[in-house]
């Protein structure tokens, strides 16, 4: 060391200490740290001196570690202060154990910061118990910190940092970083690099910060963009939003990782079950607006989300055939939503334009989701899809071994409420394009069916067809019933003839009976099940029967048979 008028002026050597206190103004209980060891040299006076320490290890709370090279200088109305590593979690548990109470003391306490402040410089101005002034630059490398209360939890994060009191840019380039926002989603969101150029400023009556290059890779998708935000200093005032953002290689299957917690329960329920798959090969975020006025119901802002989707799978219906090989627009607002679709499939069956809407997230009753759309193929699939809905009404039509041929177009419209799925509404149309169905019953078969018949979530509801049925032309009509609010009756009528009759009694019996035989049928509703009523006029046949069943052509006879289904599952056939 060296002295002048009983002062040092240099000192030089190797320093060690544990248990050192740091007096502070105005603190009863002085801080203390618990381990230092550097090869210090010290230069000057009482009002300006520089401070080097290289080697410096150093332990604030926990045991030491390598600091490397620190130095200070200090000066009248200035103060630098540079260090070559500083670990985070050690300073801020240090820090936060001052016994003092504000902001950050509060944060740094429940956020428990950690990671590595590399090449960290500090200036102050001005004195140093009030200094006027302050900038501050380094890199942070794998920084994390959780979420409380309105300051979200990151992991990962790096960048080059430099800040002064009236604004500061972050230069952010991370890797592996996973982001907590647990007031928007209930999931961390993952990130495999985040690079974006941030700046901020003070501003007379705000804070403007501002986020340009923004590349965003996760192995959900990539997102590219920018943003602009105002932090009113008016704390009454809402801060102001500015986002543009593009969409592309984005993973539907993890749709549900992504959908806010302001989205009502059911309807994330029902999101959450429905979007299965796809990819999302380019789409778009716009946000505009004051953010206490999303979702912007009054118009006063614009969120909007569009992405074009390929190869998507949307399970819109438990234990209904999804809509699959979804080639499909999206797009969301702040308040409902719309995708279409211009090419899909339900098993084999070619959709043309869907539709699915939901015309507000919030709607007092809860979401409803209606989807409309043309389904075009085999009715031999359209059957299956019936029969494999597990919906008591629709797999009544389809028995076991029915056989289907030919085409068919099906018109359907829904509304399903996103609390309970399974109270859909349904209104649909299904015209048959000259089809046939083979019946297992000794392999009676309807050819040429024609026409088109409309139905709900109860059954038939009105229609008529043309076929060829019993060896003749056949009608089967369905029209509402007047005597039950709500029930149908499905009236039939045609002409039972020769090859209808080798159809229904097989060629040893057929070659018996000779002629023809008109015939109609009605299918009538009861309260408490169903009535089934057949006529037939035999006049025109000729039974070569034993007597007494034996008749000669021309003599009357009429055939009568009624049968009823009720509740019990009996039947009551005279």
């Not at 059911?266 to 206490?292: I, K, N, Q």
């Amino acid at each position: 060391s060296q002295w002048r008028d009983a002062r040092p002026e240099l000192v030089e050597g190797r320093v060690a200490a544990s248990g050192l206190s740091l007096p502070l103004p105005e603190e009863s209980r002085p801080p203390a740290i618990q381990s230092m060891e550097a090869r210090l040299k010290w230069k000057g006076n009482a009002e300006t001196w520089r401070l080097d320490l290289s080697g410096l290890r150093l332990g604030l709370t926990r045991p030491a570690w390598l600091a490397g090279r620190l130095h200070l200088d200090v000066r009248p109305g200035r103060l630098r202060f540079e260090a070559e590593h500083v670990d985070v979690a050690d300073l801020a548990a240090f820090t936060a154990s001052l016994p003092r109470e504000n902001a950050l003391l509060g944060w740094l306490r429940a956020a428990q910061p950690a990671g590595n402040f590399n090449r960290l410089r500090l200036e102050l101005a001005g004195p140093l118990s009030a200094p006027s002034g302050y900038s501050l630059d380094g890199e942070l490398r794998g920084i994390r910190f959780a979420a409380h209360e309105r300051v979200p939890g990151v992991h990962g994060l790096s960048g080059r940092l430099s800040l002064s009191g009236d604004g500061g840019e972050f230069r952010l380039d991370s890797g592996e970083t996973r982001v907590e926002l647990p007031r928007i989603f209930r999931e961390p969101l993952s990130v495999q690099r985040l690079t974006s150029r941030i700046r901020w400023r003070r501003n007379p009556e705000d804070w403007f910060v501002q986020a340009q290059d923004i590349v965003l890779n996760a192995r959900d998708g990539r997102v590219q963009g920018d943003f602009e935000l105002r932090l009113p200093n008016d704390k009454t005032a809402s801060p102001v939003l500015k986002l543009h953002a593009g969409i592309s290689d984005g993973d539907g299957s993890h749709t549900a990782r992504y959908i806010p917690l302001i989205v009502p329960d059911g309807l994330r329920a029902w999101l959450e079950r429905a979007v299965v798959s796809g990819r999302v090969t380019d789409g778009s975020v716009l946000f505009h607006g004051a953010l206490r006025n999303f979702p912007f119901r009054d118009g006063k802002g614009r969120f909007e989300v569009r992405a074009h989707v390929k190869d998507g799978v949307l399970d819109y219906l438990p234990d209904w055939a999804p809509l699959q090989d979804i080639d499909a627009d999206l797009h969301f607002t702040g308040t409902g939503m719309l995708i279409t679709s211009a090419h899909s499939k339900i098993r084999g069956l070619d959709a043309g334009r869907i539709a699915v809407a939901i015309e507000d997230f919030m709607a007092p009753g809860g979401a409803v989701v209606t989807a409309n759309g043309r389904i075009a193929g085999r009715l031999q699939e359209t059957l299956d899809v019936l029969a494999a809905s597990k919906t008591p009404r629709f797999a009544a039509l389809v028995p076991t071994g029915l056989r289907a041929a030919g085409d068919g177009v099906l018109t359907l419209d829904l509304r399903i409420p996103a609390r309970d799925p399974k109270t859909v509404a349904i209104a649909g149309f299904y015209r048959f394009l000259n089809s046939s169905v083979e019946f297992p019953l000794r392999d009676l078969r309807i050819d040429n069916i024609r026409g088109g018949m409309e139905f709900n979530e109860s059954g038939l509801r009105a229609g008529k067809l043309g076929a060829r049925l019993l060896g003749g032309d056949a009608v089967l009509e369905a029209v509402p019933d007047a005597t039950q609010a709500g029930a149908v009756r499905v009236e039939a009528h045609g002409t039972l003839t020769q090859a209808g009759l080798a159809q229904v009694f097989g060629p040893e019996l057929s070659a018996l009976v000779r002629g023809q035989a008109p015939w109609q049928a009605r299918l009538l509703p009861q309260r408490d099940g169903s009535g089934l009523f057949i006529e037939a006029d035999l006049r025109d046949l000729e039974l070569r029967l034993p007597a007494p069943l034996a008749k000669a052509q021309g003599e009357p006879l009429l055939l009568q048979v009624r049968s009823s289904a009720t509740g019990t599952d009996s039947q009551v056939l005279d």
